[in-house]
């Protein structure tokens, strides 16, 4: 089995900084994308940002120039660095992973169990 463990979460206020972390373990060959993504009540989950393997990013309109995506194949880890944050980045965010298994063979997506984020004005 794998299991995405995330922290970093917690409560900042307006124009502060988080840092997310989010690693993988368990039955991993290797890993494909990482990523974060962002939920709040009553709305669907968006992506936030993601990173391929070779680190090719990928961010969503609202968090371009605020947020940095890294990772760290070594340590299976993928981080989020936040900046500037707003009220409006608020919201539980679940990293995932696209996970190569040697068996059974292929690639199979996980999540974290979310971490909240909570940006005061």
């Known amino acids: 089995q794998v299991q995405l463990v995330e922290s970093g979460g917690g409560l900042v206020q307006a124009g502060g900084s988080l840092r997310l972390s989010c690693a993988a373990s368990g039955n991993i060959f290797s890993i494909n994308t990482m990523g974060w993504h962002r939920q709040v009540p009553g709305k669907q989950r968006e992506l936030v940002a993601a990173?391929?393997?070779?680190?090719?990013?990928n961010y969503a309109d609202s968090v371009k120039g605020r947020f940095t995506i890294s990772r760290d194949n070594a340590k299976n880890t993928v981080y989020l660095q936040m900046n500037n944050l707003k009220p409006e980045d608020t919201g539980v965010y679940y990293c995932n992973a696209d996970v190569v298994r040697s068996w059974p063979l292929g690639s199979y997506p996980y999540w974290g169990q979310g971490t909240q984020v909570t940006v005061s004005s």
């Open positions: 990173v391929t393997r070779s680190d090719s990013t």
